[in-house]
């Protein structure tokens, strides 16, 4: 196998040269520039990020079935179109400071989340969960900790991060989600300091422990940490997803939190109801705003088998 | 971020900040009206899409030929935008660092530098005819009712203070 060189991988669809040419971009383009920019910048990606378009083409036949393959070609183009949105807007609150609406859905929730001593946010790569760990912290002065999914190149990684610690200025640590237990310790450890861990619960590496749970009819893989460390430490799972809404405006969801159960008796089944709920919150969210789930990589519902 | 509350609508260029002052709103600078940015960034791009398909494609040509070559338009018209972004941001930074504009956004500055290229290419109509010729002194008009009231806005205290 061959590695295309460092300088040429910066330019790769998920490199960090793209990233770094949105900031520029942000701290450039007049305001009422942005819907031409983004209509011809979606174009550009939906003709060579021909992996992510195949894949989300395919999870739109299981999210929808018996659409179209021409209709859901259209799709991907909206869905793309969004995370174009949805990247640029976050990086205008990060580096313009610009004004940004939000309504929420689920309020009592959120406020119980706000006050928690000890909580774990289970999102979804849906809408804009960057703003929304910023928010997060900027409404309620706490501290958030970020658990993503590694990126494949480094300096686009690091790049995250940084914009990730600008963005909520100070208050939201970014951690990625690789194999090994020193994380997982770490993160039990800050939840039973009073602390609040957010991780990305709908995909998963091939690398991470996982569970098996079911979705639009399937039998999928999810990620089993949050789970486990619910049921270690105690903590509540609060559903929560960031979704636009409009022109920088977005809607904060959150959903009843989930507790994981600790009986005593059988550990995997105590976790699999909890599973289940999160399995039931999560396709409803997709099925109705299929075209902000942003599951551009492998690791997503379209990679498991016919239940 | 701000929770949602309905205030009425806020603009950013100063003909409707005025209208919007003059009916009781506020005045205010936003960047946040979606009707305001998709209808300006359409006429800019109308006007540059226009100003490279006359300029360009020959009057002389199969009507297939013609049109490939307004599709091809369309998407120049990109790299050009492009490319201007980046020739306007060395403007800027030669005039910053002269001391010139330093306490401008940089996206403020842009946005100038915009309005005079497609106020240029606006002026390039007037030499056609019919609606081309049209949509030019539409544009002249709306630039200069536009400095108009940024003027009036300068002189009133509405752009500093929310409306009633």
Same mark, same amino acid.
């Given at each position: 196998?061959?590695?295309s ?13 793209w ?9 450039n383009?007049?305001y ?5 920019f ?7 990606f ?11 083409l395919g999870?739109?036949t299981i999210?929808l079935?018996?659409s ?26 990060k ?13 009592d929730w959120?406020?119980q989340l ?15 969960? =960057?703003?929304?760990a910023?928010?997060f912290a900027?409404?309620?002065h !706490? /501290?958030? *900790? &970020?658990?993503?999914? #590694? ?9 995250l ?8 200025e100070?208050?939201?640590?970014v ?16 939840l ?11 995909r998963?590496? =091939? ?9 639009f009819? !399937? /039998?999928? *893989? &999810?990620?089993?940490? #949050? ?10 799972i609060?559903?929560l997803?960031?979704?636009r ?22 550990r ?6 909890a ?33 | ?8 609508p ?19 600078r ?18 540059h899409y ?20 307004l599709v ?5 018209v ?10 306007n ?5 030669l ?14 500055i ?12 606006a002026?390039s ?19 200069g ?20």
């Amino acid at each position: 196998m061959t590695t295309s060189p460092t300088w040429l991988r910066r330019f790769a669809v998920r490199g960090v040269f793209w990233r770094q040419y949105l900031d520029w971009a942000t701290l450039n383009i007049p305001y009422y520039l942005y819907p031409v920019f983004h209509f011809f910048m979606t174009l550009f990606f939906f003709f060579f990020a021909a992996p992510a378009r195949r894949l989300v083409l395919g999870h739109l036949t299981i999210i929808l079935p018996g659409s179209s393959r021409a209709m859901n070609y259209l799709r991907v183009f909206r869905t793309f179109h969004n995370y174009s949105w949805t990247i640029s807007e976050a990086a205008i609150h990060k580096l313009n400071k610009e004004e940004f609406a939000y309504e929420i859905i689920g309020a009592d929730w959120l406020d119980q989340l706000g006050a928690a001593q000890g909580a774990i946010v289970l999102t979804a790569h849906m809408g804009n969960y =960057d703003l929304g760990a910023a928010l997060f912290a900027e409404k309620f002065h !706490r /501290e958030i *900790r &970020l658990v993503r999914a #590694p990126e494949p190149d480094r300096q686009t990684a690091e790049h995250l991060s940084a914009s990730l610690e600008k963005s909520g200025e100070g208050a939201v640590k970014v951690d990625y989600n690789t194999a090994g237990a020193l994380l997982s310790f770490d993160l039990l450890n800050a939840l039973r300091l009073g602390e609040i861990v957010s991780i990305q619960g709908d995909r998963i590496d =091939d690398d991470l422990a996982e569970i098996r749970a079911h979705l639009f009819g !399937r /039998e999928v *893989r &999810l990620p089993n940490g #949050p789970f486990v460390l619910a049921q270690v430490s105690r903590a509540p799972i609060y559903p929560l997803f960031i979704a636009r809404s409009g022109y920088r405006s977005y809607q904060i969801i959150v959903r009843e939190p989930i507790a994981v159960l600790r009986t005593g008796r059988d550990r995997e089944h105590d976790m699999s109801e909890a599973v289940e709920k999160w399995g039931l919150v999560l396709e409803q969210l997709i099925a109705e705003r299929w075209d902000q789930w942003f599951a551009f990589a492998p690791g997503f519902l379209a990679h498991e088998r016919n239940h | 971020m701000n929770e949602t509350t309905n205030n009425g609508p806020r603009f950013y260029f100063s003909l409707l900040r005025c209208i919007a002052m003059l009916r009781g709103g506020d005045a205010r600078r936003s960047e946040s009206n979606a009707t305001e940015a998709w209808l300006v960034g359409l006429m800019i791009y109308l006007i540059h899409y226009l100003f490279f398909a006359t300029q360009l494609i020959p009057s002389q040509i199969t009507p297939w030929l013609s049109a490939l070559l307004l599709v091809a338009a369309a998407f120049w018209v990109w790299l050009f935008w492009l490319l201007l972004l980046y020739i306007n941001s060395v403007i800027i930074k030669l005039l910053q660092l002269c001391g010139l504009l330093r306490a401008i956004p940089i996206r403020r500055i842009q946005s100038i530098l915009w309005g005079i290229v497609t106020t240029a290419m606006a002026c390039s109509f007037l030499q056609n005819s019919g609606w081309v010729r049209e949509l030019g002194a539409i544009w002249l008009v709306a630039v200069g009712m536009n400095l108009i009231s940024a003027a009036v806005l300068a002189f009133s205290n509405a752009a500093r203070s929310p409306g009633k």
